[in-house]
């Protein structure tokens, strides 16, 4: 069974600060990874997915992923984080082709005006 | 694409009584899936359709719980004889291929 372990649970920064957040995977197939993120009262959004390709992957609002294979891991990075950068971040792992995916406890991320 | 979304958004029942759930996935996903997220952890798997065909289900599904999706449109989640550890946010997502779109949920409180 996968699993997914994010390093950090609470993350505080102030604007501009450079942003990384870890998440490492236990499975040793080929697999789906994804980041999404909670914005405080609206649902899970997804921020970017990595299913194959470019290992570096971009999405929306500045954040960016990079998939190292020989690390099981898939961490989310952005150069200069905002105050409605606050939100809970959780990284996600599944099977292609298959239906459960697999989250993490999740980050949250608190940014300081 | 106007969404995943579910009905009701909030519920507070009384334990030992059912409860109800309803997603309604974006029209042309034929994949549904239903997770719940407790404080502080991230989404658990419960089940998922393809179509109506309900594909898997997790160990964390006991009997109480039960999953349709008749038509291969809506789902419903139901929840039999409530416990207090039921209380969570059950969360509907739905995709095409691998990237599963969620709904805003819905809280229950079992008191």
């Known amino acids: 069974a996968q699993s997914v372990s994010q390093h950090n649970h609470h993350v505080i920064l102030s604007e501009a600060a450079s942003l990384e957040l870890g998440c490492n995977y236990s499975?040793?197939?080929?697999?789906?990874l994804f980041w999404y993120v909670q914005y405080p009262g609206q649902h899970l959004q997804l921020l970017l997915k990595?299913?194959?390709?470019?290992?570096l992957v971009k999405g929306i609002k500045g954040f960016e992923a990079e998939f190292i294979k020989s690390k099981f891991s898939f961490n989310l990075r952005k150069p200069s984080v905002q105050w409605s950068d606050t939100a809970e971040y959780f990284c996600?792992?599944?099977?292609?082709?298959?239906?459960?995916?697999?989250f993490g406890d999740g980050t949250t991320l608190t940014v300081k005006p | 694409d106007t969404g995943v979304s579910q009905d009701p958004r909030h519920k507070i029942t009384k334990r030992g009584q059912n409860v109800t759930f309803r997603c309604d996935p974006i029209?042309?996903?034929?994949?549904l899936y239903w997770y719940r997220q407790t404080l502080g952890q991230g989404p658990e798997f419960l089940t998922y359709?393809?179509?109506?065909?309900?594909?898997?289900k997790s160990r964390l599904l006991s009997d109480r719980f039960s999953a349709e999706r008749p038509k291969g449109s809506f789902s419903t989640l139901e929840i039999q004889r409530t416990e207090q550890g039921d209380s969570a946010m059950y969360l509907c997502?739905?995709?095409?291929?691998?990237?599963?779109?969620f709904g805003p949920g819905t809280r229950l409180t079992v008191t």
């Open positions: 997502a739905s995709s095409l291929q691998g990237d599963p779109k």
């Open positions: 499975y040793g197939g080929t697999v789906n």
């Open positions: 990595y299913f194959s390709g470019d290992p």
């Open positions: 996600a792992v599944n099977l292609p082709n298959a239906g459960k995916s697999t």
């Open positions: 029209s042309e996903h034929n994949r």
């Open positions: 359709f393809q179509n109506e065909a309900q594909l898997e």
